[in-house]
């Protein structure tokens, strides 16, 4: 393409990450912006917070695409004294447009969760849970399920999955017999215990995801379920970033920078044993 708007770079991601692919309870595609406006950078990022939108107006982008909805949930005012109405306020005048891409992108093939396998190196990836309705096909779905180049226990995976996803302070944890071999695994960027049974009915060694809470853990280990490994949301789907920016470069003449801000709100973490609380 030889010119790039908020109107190019929209319809783009929208055929990319069709809008009819988004749960029906998901807000998805241009949140704000001109549609004339001309883009010259873009910053990808998980979320749109204070911290990425002032990394934004430090880069002079022109776009925000984020894979987080700035507003979810309906709100009656964005004044400027809301933590949204500020973002919004800050947005429009610095000419910022966004953009998100939220379970449209995590079930596309190639979406959230393939970003996710790749870094784990797993191969031969299917769906964790195929795609239905206007999304279904083509290898489309929540999550994937993959095979590892060579099997390895529970405690080098969860050390594999340390040293390949994104550092933040929680780090990644798993639950199951450390000497447990692994060779298939499912992985969900984001929170993922809704889809415990999904893992169990997959017959796989391991499932990684984020948000994993005490109970459904402890029930799903005790009828039999495949180890767990739970990073932090953030981490899960950052990778996706990187794919998404390399798309966005081969189709228009713009930069793309992807934001390493960890917006992860754990920021500290320590163990008893530990001589000092590491962040």
């Known amino acids: ?83 949204k109405g500020r973002i919004v306020h800050r947005l429009i005048r610095a000419g910022v447009a966004l953009y998100t891409a939220h379970t449209n992108a995590d079930v596309a093939n190639p979406g959230v969760s393939d970003a996710l396998a790749a870094r784990l190196g797993l191969t031969d990836l299917r769906p964790l849970a195929p795609a239905e309705g206007a999304a279904a096909g083509e290898g489309r779905g929540l999550g994937r399920i993959g095979v590892l180049p060579e099997p390895l226990t529970l405690a080098e995976l969860t050390r594999l999955a340390a040293e390949r996803l994104p550092a933040t302070s929680a780090g990644v944890r798993s639950a199951g017999d450390p000497d447990r071999p692994i060779r298939t695994v499912a992985v969900c960027g984001g929170a993922g215990d809704s889809f415990l049974p999904d893992a169990t009915r997959a017959g796989v060694d391991a499932y990684l995801c984020a948000d994993l809470r005490h109970h459904p853990v402890s029930e799903h280990l005790a009828a039999g379920g495949p180890a767990l490994l739970d990073v932090a949301h953030w981490a899960s789907e950052r990778p996706w970033l990187d794919d998404v920016a390399a798309w966005l470069r081969e189709v228009f003449p713009v930069e793309v920078v992807v934001s390493d801000v960890d917006t992860d709100p754990w920021t500290v973490h320590a163990n008893r044993d530990d001589l000092e609380i590491r962040p």
């Open 1 to 83: 393409m030889t010119d790039s708007t908020v109107r190019t770079v929209v319809d783009a991601l929208d055929t990319r990450y069709p809008r009819s692919w988004a749960e029906s309870w998901d807000r998805v595609g241009l949140v704000l912006g001109e549609f004339d406006h001309p883009v010259t950078r873009v910053l990808c990022v998980v979320d749109c917070v204070p911290e990425t939108v002032e990394q934004a107006v430090d880069l002079g982008a022109d776009l925000i695409v984020a894979h987080h909805p700035l507003f979810l949930k309906p709100v009656s005012s964005i004044a400027p004294d809301t933590f």
